[in-house]
T-cell receptor, first 110, second 113 residues
């Protein structure tokens, strides 16, 4: 069965640089969620999209923005990166209630 | 403020034993309670989930017990195996709030052979 695809899997950036993370949901899923997971922490909700419209927003810094495109893939754009942005970033997709997570993007900010 | 509280933080169980992880929540508007299993460096994988109108759900070796009045739910892993060693997260969501998951702090399970 098709799963959620995320790219890149690993990303290393310098402070104040910009990063773009991509998410390709499971086919026919209409909702995409982004979560951030710090080392030893639980995943924290950032933002979600339903049918290409933003549906909810969590503790997402103003430096971050996201969108969902016509083909339902989503991108998380992160600017002015800080050391504290180093984390695993997960995308999840759902059709109704069950959320299925991708393998994540490990972002390291140096 | 942690909306979903999970315990214990870590758990060591012998092979063949029962692993029990507990979660408690405050917001009675939560209407969906999943459990996820996560291996290091991997994405959380959905194990089993329950809604508040059901007191117990079993899938294979995994059982969720739900106590609506106490606002608590737990995961039981029967016949625990070394391959079950992972971090387990409980979570909760509200269907009318976009469905974002609120996670517990996680339990690191180690099953000894």
């Amino acid at each position: 069965a098709a799963g959620v695809i995320q790219s890149p899997r690993h990303l290393i950036k310098e402070k104040r640089e910009t990063a773009t993370l991509k998410c390709y949901p499971i086919p026919r899923h209409d909702t995409v969620y982004w979560y951030q997971q710090g080392p030893g922490q639980d995943p924290q909700f950032l933002i979600s999209f339903y049918e290409k419209m933003q549906s909810d927003k969590g503790s997402i810094p103003d430096r971050f923005s996201a969108q969902q495109f016509s083909d339902y893939h989503s991108e998380l754009n992160m600017s002015s990166l800080e050391l504290g942005d180093s984390a695993l970033y997960f995308c999840a997709s759902s059709l109704r209630t069950e959320q299925f997570f991708g393998p994540g993007t490990r972002l390291t900010v140096l | 403020q942690q909306q979903v509280k999970q315990s214990p933080q870590s758990l060591i169980v012998q092979k063949g034993g029962i692993s029990i992880i507990n979660c408690a929540y405050e917001n009675t508007a939560f209407d969906y309670f999943p459990w996820y299993q996560q291996f290091p460096g991997k994405g959380p994988a959905l194990l089993i989930a329950i809604r508040p109108d059901v007191s117990e759900k079993k899938e294979g070796r995994f059982t969720i017990s739900f106590n609506k009045s106490a606002k608590q739910f737990s995961l039981h892993i029967m016949d625990s195996q070394p391959g079950d060693s992972a971090t387990y997260f409980c979570a909760a969501s509200m269907g009318n709030q976009g469905g974002k998951l609120i996670f517990g702090q996680g339990t690191e399970l180690s099953v000894k052979p």
